[in-house]
Nanobody, 118 residues
Framework: VQLQASGGGLVQAGGSLRLSCAAS????????MGWYRQAPGKQRELVAA???????NYADSVKGRFTISRDNAKNTVYLQMNSLKPEDTAVYYC?????????????WGQGTLVTVSS
């Protein structure tokens, strides 16, 4: 399974970016798709996640500004980021949890850098 993330870049505060992450390979069932981020000197944290049924979960710091969505037919997850703040600057990683039998496996994308200038 491979994850290919794209959409990061440099944006001014108040701007928007849209991240995409497409999964490929032998995927039978993706349970949860999500985005994490890691800022310099900080631990990786969950930004948003979405289940196969469409239920979403957001970090308090991004609620009302970020929207996660997924296209199950394309095995792709998106993160629409609006009203970006300098504190959103981080490397963003996509993550999927794949169910295979009685097990669940974690897969990570390579990370895409988001830089928000003040």
């Amino acid at each position: 399974v491979q994850l290919q993330a794209s959409g990061g870049g440099l944006v001014q505060a108040g701007g928007s970016l849209r991240l995409s992450c497409a999964a490929s390979g032998s995927i039978f069932s993706i349970n949860v798709m999500g985005w994490y981020r890691q800022a310099p000197g900080k631990q990786r944290e969950l930004v948003a996640a979405i289940t196969s049924g469409g239920s979403t979960n957001y970090a308090d710091s991004v609620k009302g500004r970020f929207t996660i969505s997924r296209d199950n037919a394309k095995n792709t997850v998106y993160l629409q980021m609006n009203s970006l703040k300098p504190e959103d600057t981080a490397v963003y990683y996509c993550n999927i949890k794949v169910v295979a039998g009685h097990y669940e496996y974690d897969y990570w994308g390579q990370g895409t850098l988001v830089t928000v200038s003040s």
